[in-house]
């Protein structure tokens, strides 16, 4: 099977053709309109916008390429790479190519750490995250060939070796982010000889006797790897891209998107509500204890974290693959089975109070616990994570936007003043 690069030019003419294809014979076909609640509440639901790296369905939940997100639970991080830019899963020759790629880039200069060891030793290790993967822009090919003149045809070649360029560093520098920030002592250095996410595993330091929590880094690297386009870093990595800009600038612009709370940062939360449950109940709540505790919690007004989904109507399967893990690493562990108790308990206890659409787990109602198990016990540096993986669908997402030309993103606004005309001609009209 061909690399990863050989595949991409294969594959890249039919795509091109396709899309103009697509556009000559059906460009003026409505597939979308616009209310005035959506241009005020986030552009909820549009269809304004091309993503082919993964689909998230309601009833679903994320399928990459095709392939439900629980089949892919056993694959590498890296293969899903591969198949999140190419569309197919690659054979073992595919792999090591891809493996060999990128342990040749993995090294991450110097001034990347004397930059981040002169930071506040209070800055948040998503802030020192995203500032890494900028400060590295200054070896950004794309830049330079741009500046040289390449072709538009060639924007995807340079696109991909700065995002293996990238994707090859992140585990190193996001360990030693850890390490910096969590006084866990010198920089580890990457082991050559293993897949990119038990050495980010064995670079974190953690100790792993078992290999169970390399297992679960390869899980959780792939779980999260994307979502499809319109969520908020993968849309702020589109458009910063879309200018043009490199993908060291439109990752990082991603990765602070990633940063909020209402979206890469919730896994906190919900370790949070774990951690409470067993310290108020000095152990694994009852099902009558917790149902009494989800109540209150809904009465004082505040949300049941890691539960409830803009989009999905089912468990979502990551939560799932998840479970399963856990119940096959750390099934008597107190958080496991209390995030397991919540399972049980919490659906019901939502349906009977009618406001959630979803009542169901997502994938941040387990993945903190998990980690919290493996003696990752630092919930500020779990969205640097989640980053890590996310990068691979960023940057999957960029390559195939180069591959294409899409132009740069430049939606129409409106002002309010203009809603209210025009909203006073639409009832006229009607
Ligand atoms: N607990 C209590 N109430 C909830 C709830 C939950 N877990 N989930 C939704 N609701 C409430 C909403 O707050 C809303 O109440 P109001 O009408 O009073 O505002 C009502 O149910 C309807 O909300 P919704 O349409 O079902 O959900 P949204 O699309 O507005 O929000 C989400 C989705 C995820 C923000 C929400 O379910 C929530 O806050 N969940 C808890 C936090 C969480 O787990 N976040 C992680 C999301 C993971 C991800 O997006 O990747």
């Given at each position: 099977m061909l690399g990863l690069k050989e595949k991409l030019a294969q594959q890249i003419p039919g795509l091109r053709e396709e899309m103009r294809k697509l556009q000559r014979e059906h460009g003026e076909t409505v597939i979308s309109q616009v209310t005035v609640s959506q241009a005020f509440g986030g552009m909820r639901g549009v269809r304004g916008l091309v993503c082919d790296t993964s689909v998230v369905d309601p009833d679903q939940g994320l399928a990459v390429r095709g392939i439900p997100i629980g089949d892919l639970a056993d694959r590498l991080p890296e293969e899903v790479f591969y198949l999140l830019c190419t569309g197919e899963l690659p054979d073992a020759e595919a792999l090591a190519s891809l493996q060999t790629e990128l342990r040749q880039r993995a090294h991450v200069p110097p001034y990347v750490w004397d930059m981040l060891e002169a930071l506040p030793k209070d800055s948040h290790p998503m802030t020192m995250f995203s500032l890494a993967v900028l400060a590295m822009e200054r070896d950004s090919v794309f830049r330079r060939r741009y500046a040289e003149?390449?072709?538009?045809?060639?924007h995807w070649e340079a696109t991909l070796e700065d995002s293996l360029q990238l994707l090859a560093k992140l585990p190193a520098v996001a360990a030693g982010i850890y390490r910096l920030r969590s006084h866990r002592g010198a920089l580890l250095p990457s082991d050559r000889r293993v897949d990119w996410a038990a050495d980010y595993a064995q670079m974190l330091g953690i100790a792993d006797p078992s290999g169970e929590f390399a297992n679960l880094m390869r899980l959780y690297l792939t779980l999260h790897c994307d979502h499809e386009g319109g969520n908020v870093s993968a849309f702020t990595c589109h458009t910063v891209g879309s200018a043009l800009s490199d993908p060291y600038y439109a990752v990082s612009a991603g990765l602070n998107g990633l940063a909020g709370p209402l979206h890469g940062l919730a896994n906190q939360e919900c370790l949070h509500f774990v951690l409470e449950l067993r310290r108020k109940f000095n152990g694994v709540p009852s099902d009558e204890q917790l149902r009494e505790y989800t109540w209150n919690t809904l009465r004082e007004g505040r949300v049941i974290p890691g539960y409830g989904h803009a989009v999905l109507r089912i468990t979502d399967p990551r939560f799932t693959a998840f479970r399963k893990f856990g119940e096959r690493a750390?099934?008597?562990d107190d958080f496991f089975r209390i995030v397991d108790k919540i399972f049980a308990v919490v659906p019901a206890v939502l349906r009977e109070q009618g406001k959630a659409k979803d009542p169901w787990p997502n994938v941040d109602a387990i993945s903190g616990a998990l980690l919290y198990h493996f003696g990752l016990t630092e919930f500020d540096y779990y969205t640097v994570l989640f980053g890590v993986s996310r990068a691979m669908g960023l940057c999957a997402q960029l390559i195939l936007n180069r591959a294409l030309g899409t132009p740069i993103t430049r939606p129409k606004s409106v002002s309010t003043e203009w809603i209210k005309k025009n909203v006073k001609g639409a009832q006229k009209a009607a």
């Open positions: 003149g390449m072709p538009k045809e060639a750390c099934a008597d």
